[in-house]
């Protein structure tokens, strides 16, 4: 039986999407291990109840997470595999010991990553193909213009971008029609309310928002002595680190008084912030096992009027957290923070 959620559309040309979307990211890299068999179940488990959005990356794991995003959608039953819309992000240049050597945007590199991202993901097109970070050495209008040939010859359906700034919004849309940005939103990551919010509003372009859970930090499941294993991003996350990290988790226990009294979880109140935004934001939340995704579903029950906004700002205004949102050399590569 397939549940129907709440949706929301993907911008002015875009799909009609799922009002969450699941983030397959942790399911192959970047958070310590995953269970293989509870990520293929939390994948079933999230289309069942209607989830329609799943999101990857072709450097997720070095193809691990489309992989298994093309194994998941085979064993699925057809109207669920039928519903599903992929979106993938590509462009990182990843080596065999996992390591990071920059991004490529070039037309041809496009081409060649949407051909293996097909044979992965054991499809015929990719719902919406995004760069994950600008190519500094290419300008955008090529990096989208190759994904515009890619929609013209039936491959991809639509465009999305990733952590860019205005500028660079305004230089993809006047190349081709772009369906939705994926950047960090969270009640503690709000820098796309001054400039890119309003941009993306102003042209009709939806924003996919993840770390809506701050990587977990807001969940109201991570604590102080938490044991991260190697190769876990938030090992090197300035938000997990030492003070920061205390004062960051002080902001979630302020945050824990309001979700006990709406009978609501921390992440639930966390993710229903996010939804509280507006209809153009489809929050991608990034559960890996059954039970986080049930509870992050519960987000979508939740309501928050004035009063509880404004004490949830009270408790973690903009701008509170302690640390960046990424260590120094990731920051670089966000063209959405020059
Ligand atoms: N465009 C980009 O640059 C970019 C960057 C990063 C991610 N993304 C995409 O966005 C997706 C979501 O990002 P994210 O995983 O970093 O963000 P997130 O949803 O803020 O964090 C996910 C982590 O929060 C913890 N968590 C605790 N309770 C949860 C709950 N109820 N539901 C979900 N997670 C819960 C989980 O960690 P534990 O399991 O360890 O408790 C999980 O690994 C990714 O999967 C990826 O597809 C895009």
Redesign the pocket.
Known sequence: MTTTLQTRTLGSTGPQVSALG?????MSA???GADRAESVATIHAALEAGVTLL???DF?GMGHNELLIGEALRAAPAAHREQALISV?FGALRDPDEGWSGYDGRPAAVRNFAAYSLQRLGTDHIDVYRI??VDPDVPIEETVGAIAELVAKGYVRHIGL??VGAETIRRAAATAPIADL???Y?LISRGIEREILPTTRELGIAVTA???????LI????AHDRQLAPGDFRAVSPRFQGENLRHNLDLVDALRKIAEQKGA?V??IA?AWVLSRGEDVVP??????RD??A??LGALEVTLDAADLAAIEDAVPAGAAAGERYPAAQMAHLDSEH
């Open positions: 699941l983030g397959c990211m942790g970047l958070y310590g999101d990857t990356g997720y992000k994950a970070r990733s952590e994926q950047i960090e969270s993840y770390g809506v859970l701050s990587r977990g969940s109201g499941h991570f979880s992440a639930q993710i991608l939340v990034g559960a890996r096992r986080r995704l509870e992050a």
